[in-house]
């Protein structure tokens, strides 16, 4: 029924979600593009329609300004961020998830996403002068705390909405912020992404350890957590010798 409904909503002209989010994120490319070629000022939203192919009518019904035309590409740089926090077991410490999940994601991106990436660095980077891009910019970071303070309410065994995870998760999303501001400046500046490996990871985990006194970052005593709040594809398992915790293969999930 649901189909049928959505069928009949794009026969009377209308467009599917899906379709929706991808011409919204082509429109972003380009606009970020010629944002970083030409200068926010510089651009304008019939530069924006031309290069994208589409009429000018057509951007202002998805976008509200050109400015704004630049958050689907800024929110696209930290899905992978996101992803990669959901997934984090509980008996993995944050530098060994963020380097295995790295490992997986240079076999598997592919070079759309990697010149997606770049752009959002150069949005990134705008931002430092353009208040607009900055607040599409500081939007995103909020997603990764609100998306934190699930993980680290998780972690600890309380409330999503605990005030001690609240604060644990804004501390550590500003740290992630701060890091990211920072790496990202330094491979525009042309630092070689191959030094950015394990230490890195490293000095990221050691980052949010800092922010949240220690309380995030290591691997969890899994004893303290429930079972029922571990993380989809982690097994606690409680035995008479204590707790013991896996990972569930693909053919058991």
């Not at 705390?145 to 604060?167: F, K, P």
């Not at 490293?202 to 949240?212: K, L, P, Q, S, Y």
């Not at 899994?222 to 707790?243: F, I, L, Y």
Request: net charge negative.
């Amino acid at each position: 029924m649901a189909e049928e409904e959505a069928t009949a909503r794009r026969g009377r002209g209308g467009m599917s979600e899906q379709r929706r989010r991808r011409v919204r994120l082509e429109i972003s490319r380009e606009a970020a593009r010629l944002f970083w070629a030409q200068g926010v000022d510089g651009t304008s939203g019939d530069q924006i329609a031309e290069a994208v192919g589409l009429s000018t009518r057509t951007i202002w019904r998805h976008f509200r300004s050109k400015e704004s035309c630049a958050e689907p590409i800024i929110a696209q740089s930290v899905e992978w961020e996101l992803a990669t926090l959901r997934s984090w077991p509980l008996h993995r410490s944050l530098e060994e998830h963020f380097a295995t999940e790295a490992k997986r994601l240079v076999s598997e991106i592919d070079t759309q996403e990697q010149a997606d990436a770049g752009l959002g660095v150069k949005m990134m980077r705008l931002g430092d002068t353009e208040p607009a891009l900055r607040t599409a910019w500081l939007m995103a970071c909020d997603q990764v705390e609100h998306e934190l303070a699930a993980v680290i309410a998780t972690r600890l065994g309380r409330e999503h909405d605990d005030l001690q995870v609240r604060l644990h998760a804004a501390a550590a999303s500003a740290a992630l912020r701060v890091l990211n501001e920072y790496v990202g400046a330094g491979l525009l500046d042309g630092t070689d992404p191959r030094k950015l490996g394990d230490e890195n990871f490293a000095f990221i985990a050691d980052a949010v350890r800092t922010a949240t006194g220690g309380a995030v970052g290591d691997p969890v005593h899994v004893a303290e957590v429930p079972a029922e709040s571990a993380p989809e594809g982690v097994a606690v398992q409680r035995t008479e010798g204590g707790v013991e915790v896996c990972e569930l293969t693909q053919k058991e999930l």
